[in-house]
């Protein structure tokens, strides 16, 4: 778990940076954030290893990529056993418009997050997801403007050590 590691400024600072472009080089990561090249690199190390920064990844731009619109499908379902959880999530990571899936109290079981070029594609995607798994009910919602949609993480909750 990522408790078992404390962080300092230092590593925030890092972190920050990272989050928001990953392409940095070692060497401007580690003039950026006050460093010698090799405690840059012992500090970067240490939080993969940690598993504190899990991947370093490219962000596209969905509209120039002919996935331009966005869907919030609300699921629910009548079957709770871990049988069917498992055929759902089998079923979600097949499929590659969702992007998210997250379990969810109140009135909606799973809400996922699709990508798709228009609603023709949706009504694609859903007739595939509804193939594979059984669901009681699924609404959808499509995204008509964002105003916000971001990666970086806050760091203000990070367990934190002076120094």
Not at 36 to 47: D, P, T
Not at 121 to 132: P, Q, S, V, W
Request: proline content about 2%; aromatic content about 6%.
């Amino acid at each position: 778990m990522i408790l078992s590691g404390q962080m300092n400024t230092v590593d925030r600072k890092l972190l920050d940076l990272l989050q928001r472009d990953a392409s940095l080089s070692l060497d401007d990561l580690s003039e950026r954030a006050a460093l010698s090249r090799n405690a840059c690199w012992r500090r970067v190390k240490r939080l993969q290893d940690e598993g504190i920064i899990k991947a370093r990844v490219a962000l596209l731009d969905a509209r120039r990529i002919n996935v331009g619109l966005t869907a919030f499908i609300a699921l629910r379902t009548t079957e709770h056993s871990a049988e069917w959880l498992d055929a759902f999530s089998r079923a979600v990571r097949d499929i590659p418009e969702i992007i998210g899936v997250y379990r969810m109290t109140g009135d909606v079981d799973y809400l996922l997050q699709a990508v798709i070029p228009d609603v023709a594609a949706y009504d694609d995607l859903y007739k595939r997801l509804i193939g594979r798994i059984a669901l009681a009910d699924v609404s959808s919602s499509f995204v008509m403007e964002e105003i916000k949609a971001t990666t970086v993480l806050p760091l203000d909750y990070a367990p934190h050590k002076r120094g």
